[in-house]
């Protein structure tokens, strides 16, 4: 067997110690797999007396990760301290400099500096790889970069956040409202205090952006994506949604398009019978269109130590087996620069829900405006009678139009004094 | 760039014509995320006349894929003829012998012979691989061999067979028997003229004994895989599985038992929610639970040329960027020889069909003898009243059992003078 591979963990809390666990967990097994010894060597973490259910003697302790980085008795440096900027960046960009290989799960960091990073370790000649960045423990960036490697990749799209998708599945079980099932994810554990990475999509963009950079081979573009979170879905929506065989998820949908590329996190109605609309509670899962390989779907637990501990650890035995990736699928230097399509020139379906005063006219009123901007109407359901005043809801389904129109018309719509309540719109994805 | 990859094709059947297309194809994209260029340089087939659709010109032609195998101007011998012995088995032989790396789509040869060529890979400093040979182009063998290293893996079960799928759900949907969608599948095209290794589960077998080596490290070991087909299950089976909450899938399941390794395909009952079971038409997925990573899903096209292809070539930029991993996850050397544990022992519950004479007493019958053998009675259903003699259906499922048990009773059931066909029994998998 050759040489121990030695390993500086940066960052302790529960991804930190669930990746020591495992390896202490497998160390047979581990070094089975990657041809050789891997050993935790080194870490750095703030309190050294914290117990973290992990045994830690005989392992060099570092308070600072940046001198962790620079420690020439390390070959892989695991970042999994987090942020995008902070000691986080500034201990990778000090291993990649040392020639140390780097494995990170940090998706903010390399969704906003991922292709400076993959420069830096193509530079040192090192690795710098990030599974655990995407979709915790399903193997989606090493499917996407190696195994459809063969492939022109037509379209990605995924539900990348667990939390939102929680959120998602229970309001529509429960029936009940955002506010409170949100409230009960905190409780639960599955919702930070803060929930606006979660809810509002930013964390399904970090991810997404990665994603992107994979299947199309550019550089990251993580303010090319386009994104709205889940605070504004209603029960009423997913009520309606089912009634007309849909189902909501908090998508991230990324697409070659001419001379560009698109991305985009908003909520989607899904048809009920497309595999992903059946993703359901805290799962991730990606969907992966490849003009060779078809259509693929790669689904399991999105966040969590075991599953980020998982991820980790492949990208270690691959680094043990001597696996030399680029970050992206391809050189640093090569990665294509895609100016990204704005969403004003999104081409599809859309759900309306207009609340309106129940009086005569209010639909003839609503649907010239939809004609004037060349909207033509799929479906339309006004539901219940509401006493004198009350605003009751209309839904309008669309056949395919430009979301710049669409905006136009629902600003429109929004100001006729029948409109009660700002228009609700949904995109229709069949993807 | 560094030195073109060369590249020999045996066998010019459908993947064959759809490897090369993919090459020609996407020619710079593999360069790039190869590394460097990949090019067909020889290939082996039969009539050299026969129009494949791709351009064969300036490429050197062998009549004899052993001579092609043999040839010291290729790098990588691509071998697709099929078959577990024969010409495939002797080319794959003979290029490992001359240092050449191996990539096959032959799950009979891998399923029979894959722990010795794997040390035959070994000894010649090669790569043999074959993710082409489980599930098309869906990334399994990448999946669990990487993606899910740092796992024990807990039990994998998967639909490894999409003609099968495709008949079970057709049956389902259309509610006609098995030999009327069969000869429709035959007509499409999606099951051979002779379809026994499809639906007796020969080729499912195949690919789970592979899956198999992979996830515990053990060799591979066809023959002890259990094996049933689905030419039983009958549209009454389907009717009652749905009324149950169940769904029939052909799944091939494998699981590290005490001591051994349970590997066996059979039709089963899965829970209609469960994820497994809405995989529908002619997909295939695969479901692997790790210590860390939990349940993970795979899915996508088992079969066809574009599939195949994808992952022929996702092996062969994995070769071109210098990956060397062992076929199996371990050294050839080092995987285990694991008992199988037999049928007999499968603990689990059960669904039994039983065509009754309809007259009192037929119950009291059958019970008492599920009682003899300890067998606890969840439910059963008597449906209809047929007229004077007829056989109606009498369903029956069961808590936990042992396999032999049910066996024992089953054959007791079956001499009943009221029992007029013989019973029908499918497992339950609560996977």
Known sequence: MSETLRIGVAGLGTVGAGT????????????????????????????????????????????????????????VLIELIGGAEGPAKDAVEAALASGTHVITANKAMIAHHGTELARAAEAGGVVLACEAAVCGGIPVIKSIREGLAGNAIEGVHGILNGTSNFILSDMRTSGREFGEVLAEAQALGYAEADPAFDVDGIDAAHKLAIITALAYN??????????????????????????????????????????????????????????????????????????????????????????????????????????????????????????????????????????????????????????????????????GRGPQGEAVPVVITTHETDEAAMRRALARIGELPVVLEAPRMIRIEHL
Request: glycine share 10%; net charge negative; proline share 5%.
């Open 20 to 75: 020591l666990q495992l390896l202490q967990t497998h160390y047979e097994m581990v070094a089975q797999r990657g041809g050789r010894p891997v050993l935790v060597t080194a870490v750095a973490a703030r309190d050294r007396r914290k117990d973290r259910g992990v045994d830690l003697s005989g392992v060099r302790w570092f308070e600072d990760p940046v001198a962790l980085a620079r420690d020439p008795e390390i070959d």
């Open 218 to 383: 550019c550089q990251v573009d993580f303010d090319g994506v386009y994104m709205e979170g889940i605070r504004e879905v209603s029960g009423v929506d997913i009520d309606f949604a089912e009634e007309l065989g849909y189902r909501i998820k908090l998508l991230g949908i990324a697409r070659r398009t001419n001379g560009g590329v698109e991305q985009r996190v908003h909520p989607c109605m899904v048809p009920r019978n497309a595999p992903i609309a059946n993703v359901e509670g805290v799962d991730n899962a990606v969907v992966a269109t490849g003009d060779f390989v078809g259509t693929t779907l790669f689904e399991g637990q999105g966040a969590g130590a075991g599953p980020t501990a998982s991820a980790v650890v492949a990208d270690l035995i691959d680094i043990a087996r001597g696996a030399r990736l680029p970050t992206f699928a391809v050189a640093a230097s090569a990665l294509e620069t895609l100016p990204s399509r704005p969403m004003s020139e999104r081409h599809g379906s859309y759900y309306l829900r207009l609340m309106c005063r129940d009086q005569p006219g209010v639909i003839a009123g609503i649907t010239a405006i939809l004609r004037d901007d060349d909207i033509s109407v799929e479906s339309m359901v006004q539901r």
